[in-house]
């Protein structure tokens, strides 16, 4: 069975890349555009990893992350965060994630990145 991991980006472009890239890692993707989007998807199905981008159209990514980390049915889910914000390790003090990654980034460390979380 594929591993599932949720995509939670608001940009379209970077969010179909990402899917795409995934997707041809033998993925399933399920893409949000935004933090109503990801909730509803995590009520119908628990993921086997997020990758999250910080600045959201209706929330933040860091927040997310703070809840999913907090619950103890998603606390073991890996997180990546992503971010265009190079402060990286103010990001990496306000949320347990995993990874993170800043905007943009190369397509091939990224690939790598998920699956050190998920090999397949």
Not at 55 to 62: C, E, R, V
Request: charged share 25%.
């Amino acid at each position: 069975m594929k591993k599932c991991i949720y995509v939670v980006e608001d940009n379209p472009n970077i969010r179909e890349i990402i899917e795409f890239l995934l997707i041809e890692e033998h993925y399933d993707v399920k893409a949000c555009c935004n933090t109503s989007d990801f909730w509803m998807q995590m009520n119908e199905h628990i993921p086997d990893m997020v990758i999250l981008d910080i600045m959201l159209p209706d929330g933040n990514g860091l927040d997310i992350c703070n809840l999913l980390k907090r619950n103890v049915k998603t606390h073991a889910i890996p997180v990546m965060m992503m971010s265009a914000n190079n402060h990286l390790n103010a990001v990496k003090a306000k949320c347990d994630a995993e990874d993170f990654i800043n905007k943009p980034f190369d397509l091939n460390d990224f690939a790598s990145r998920v699956e050190k979380y998920l090999p397949n």
